[in-house]
């Protein structure tokens, strides 16, 4: 059985930061791409960033320079390093992950099978 948590979601002020962390349950973590999505109230769950198992990393435009991706196949974990914040990030954070190593592009979420429950980060004006 496969299972996502994330934590690490909260309330920042523009120009904040917060380290977003996923813990999977899964068998082969170091062979899946992961990702990360994010939806806002009335929005479609968009893709923010994702990372493959060779650890090739790709950004949705609205992120890129301000937001990291990273892994680490030991503790079966995969983080979303977010500065610079603005409140247009302002969403509910989902982590998936992908059966196959390399991820889609663009991040699209019919590509995912498993998801977690989400964290919420919220970035005031």
């Known amino acids: 059985q496969v299972q996502l948590v994330e934590s690490g979601g909260g309330s920042v002020q523009s120009g904040g930061s917060l380290r977003l962390s996923c813990a999977a349950s899964?068998?082969?973590?170091?062979?899946?791409?992961m990702a990360w999505f994010r939806q806002a109230p009335g929005k479609e769950r968009e893709g923010v960033a994702s990372?493959?198992?060779?650890?090739?990393?790709r950004y949705d435009d609205s992120v890129k320079g301000r937001f990291t991706v990273s892994r680490d196949n030991a503790k079966n974990t995969i983080y979303l390093q977010m500065d610079s914040l603005k409140p247009e990030d302002t969403a509910m954070y989902y982590c998936?992950?992908?059966?196959?190593?390399?991820?889609?592009?663009?991040?699209?979420?019919?590509?995912?099978?498993?998801w977690g429950q989400g964290t919420q980060v919220t970035v005031s004006s």
């Open positions: 998936a992950a992908r059966v196959f190593p390399l991820c889609s592009n663009p991040v699209r979420p019919d590509d995912y099978a498993v």
């Open positions: 899964v068998n082969a973590f170091s062979s899946r791409c």
């Open positions: 990372i493959s198992s060779y650890r090739t990393t």
